[in-house]
């Protein structure tokens, strides 16, 4: 069943240059990675917080992407450009 998983983060202002290349190198990645269907990121200029939205297959497949960049040091990267870790959330979606 397709997962919706909202990402909402908060970025260090002296560090948002480098997170947005940071960005371009690695969201090409996570569309890629097998599972995914959709990223889409929103970003507020006034508050530096941003949201990813990302469609997966299932929270399966998200979870094998989190252990993949947890494993290779990307997680930790990520991290280096936040106030605070990433707050994420998960959606199933209803067949209604």
Request: with cysteine; net charge neutral.
């Amino acid at each position: 069943m397709e997962t919706k998983v909202i990402l909402t983060l908060t970025v260090k202002a002296d560090t948002k240059k480098e997170f947005m290349e940071f960005l371009d190198k690695n969201v090409p990645n996570v569309r890629s990675f097998e599972g995914c269907s959709q990223v889409n990121l929103y970003f507020d200029e006034k508050t530096n917080e941003m949201v990813i939205s990302e469609n997966w297959q299932s929270k399966t497949h998200h979870g094998k992407y989190i252990e993949f960049i947890s494993k290779n040091g990307v997680m930790q990267s990520l991290i280096s450009f936040l106030q605070k870790e990433p707050s994420i959330k998960y959606y199933e979606a209803l067949k209604i």
